[in-house]
C-alpha cells in the first residue's frame, strides 16, 4: 500500500471514531470539552501523519471542532 492511502484510511477512521466519541457526557459543556479533547488528540495525530498541518496546528483545528460537535449533539 502506498503512503498516502494508508495515511487516508488512518485519518478515516481517527474523524469517524471522533466523531462517534464527542457525545461522551451528560450536559452541553462535558460534551464539548470531551469532543473538544478528542478532536485535539485526533488532529494532532493527522497533522503528524500527513505533515500538511503541524502537530499544534492539527491539534488546535480537530479541538475547535471536536468542542463544535460535541457541544451540538444531545445525549440520546
Sequence with gaps: MTKTLVGFRA???LIALSLL???CGNT???RAVTGGGIGAASGAV???MTGGVSVLGGALIGGA???GVGAATTPR
Design 46 to 48: 493527522l497533522g503528524a
Design 65 to 67: 471542532i471536536g468542542a
Design 21 to 23: 466519541l464527542s457525545a
Design 28 to 30: 452541553w459543556g462535558q
Design 11 to 13: 485519518a478515516s477512521s
